[in-house]
């Protein structure tokens, strides 16, 4: 874990120090959120021309894509499979290729298998996984079978050369949420507002 | 795929979760029951088998007695690695056991000892004469119900999966069983002479509804007897292990 809270650039920075196949947690505050994804997305992956398999279990796949819009970040390279639409009934009726629908995050092999599906169609020689959040997964999920689902999906991302990057949120996080994304991950970084 | 000393030569499936599974595929020449309940992805696990074969090269046979062949494949998952050609070039055939049936004048509900031998060697001389070298019949269970009693089934599918096996074709018999039922056959005696048991299985947890496989027995080599979740996508059947901390036992 870094010492003190970094910004967007540290964070892309941080990433790129540590090889492929790495596992890295990332904790941010509420506020710091465009800052994590600015720092992940764009300046780390779009940057690196990585396609990022973004997994969201906390707002829905558009929302983020507004996000991401109003940041005036490419999304193209960006595929969402997102596990919070189905369950707030919200999910999109138009059929989007760059968006894969999980009934619910309860369906931790199906998002597994979506990840995977994803990994397989892309044509990027480097891939990033997004995990957002680990907070969110915990809501709907037991921490047994939530460990269970970290170690079987960073140990499959390792072995295909992926980044995993797992976001957790300061104020939600428990010691036993801190202590399974440990476990998986090889680094740590805290992310916060930027001094001065 | 080469086999290791004193193992069987195996017929790698393409599916790569289920090669993994069985220590790199099915032993060659094997007749493999593919049971479950609707919807549970069969088909597209069998058809996928052949697509795969036909892909190296192998010809394949599909037999389907359910559905007539042109409405499957309008069915059939855009899979990115099909080929129409394979088609075209004979390399992946389709038939319809029912116009076998008309053929060879099998019109009557029940079929007598006589016919069934007569639709074992039809179905060997044409995987012979194609030079097949995988086969699936879709499903057993329809050819069973014209078979009638215990005695007719155990006869037909040990003489088919005896001509197959001479023809070193590895062959999967699709079998249908009620979503409640814990059998692995509708009948009973289709699991005891296959070399092999798949099951797929649709599982409830907490209300989501997941798409499950298992490999009860193979004949002639290790494998995995854990439960896997399964997903049909265009990239063909993808698998992960059955979360145990979610099992419902």
């Keep these: 874990m870094t010492d003190g809270p970094v910004g967007a650039q540290q964070i892309a920075a941080e990433i790129a120090e540590t090889p492929p196949s790495s596992a890295i947690s990332l904790q941010m505050s509420v506020d710091n959120y465009l800052d994590v994804i600015r720092g992940v997305v764009d300046l780390f992956a779009n940057k690196n021309e990585m396609d990022t398999i973004y997994v969201t279990a906390t707002i829905s796949s558009d929302a983020i894509k507004r996000v991401l819009e109003a940041l005036d970040i490419d999304s193209s390279r960006v595929y969402f499979v997102d596990c919070i639409s189905h369950i707030m009934m919200g999910a999109p009726t138009l059929h989007d290729e760059n968006t894969t629908l999980v009934e619910s995050p309860t369906m931790l092999e199906n998002l597994m298998l979506k990840v995977e599906y994803l990994i397989r169609r892309s044509q990027s020689k480097s891939k990033l996984v997004v995990i957002d959040s680990i907070n969110s997964l915990a809501i709907h999920n037991n921490n047994w079978i939530l460990s269970e689902f970290l170690h079987i999906l960073v140990s499959g991302l390792r072995s295909r050369n992926a980044y995993t990057v797992i976001l957790s949120v300061e104020e939600h996080s428990t010691p036993e949420i801190n202590n399974m994304v440990n476990l998986v991950c090889d680094h740590g970084i805290r992310a916060g507002k930027q001094e001065g | ?249």
């Design chain 2, 1 to 249: 795929m080469v086999a290791r000393t004193g193992e069987r030569e195996r017929c790698a499936t393409g599916i790569d979760g289920l090669d993994t599974i069985l220590y790199g595929g099915i032993p060659k020449a094997n007749t493999v029951l593919l049971t479950g309940s609707c919807g549970t992805g069969k088909t597209s696990l069998a058809l996928e088998f052949l697509i795969h074969g036909a892909l190296k090269g192998e010809n394949s046979l599909f037999v389907s007695v359910t559905e007539n062949s042109e409405k499957l494949l309008a069915n059939i998952i855009p899979y990115r690695f099909f080929d129409k050609s394979l088609i075209k070039s004979g390399r992946l055939v389709f038939v319809d056991l029912p116009i076998m049936y008309e053929r060879l004048g099998m019109s009557k509900p029940e079929l007598s000892m006589e016919e069934i031998d007569l639709l074992v060697s039809a179905i060997g001389d044409l995987a012979k004469e194609l030079g097949t070298k995988r086969l699936v019949v879709d499903s057993i269970t329809s050819v069973c119900y014209k078979l009638k009693t215990s005695e007719k089934i155990r006869d037909f599918i040990l003489k088919l999966a005896k001509t197959l096996s001479d023809l070193n074709c590895t062959s999967m018999l699709v079998g249908e069983v009620a979503a409640e039922s814990h059998a692995y056959s509708s009948f009973g005696v289709e699991e005891a002479i296959a070399d092999g048991i798949i099951l797929m299985a649709n599982m409830e947890r907490r209300g989501d509804l997941l798409r499950t496989l298992q490999v009860i027995k193979m004949r002639g080599t290790m494998h995995s007897r854990t439960k896997y979740v399964l997903d049909l996508t265009p990239m063909g059947v993808l698998l992960v292990p059955l979360l145990k901390g979610g099992s419902t036992g």
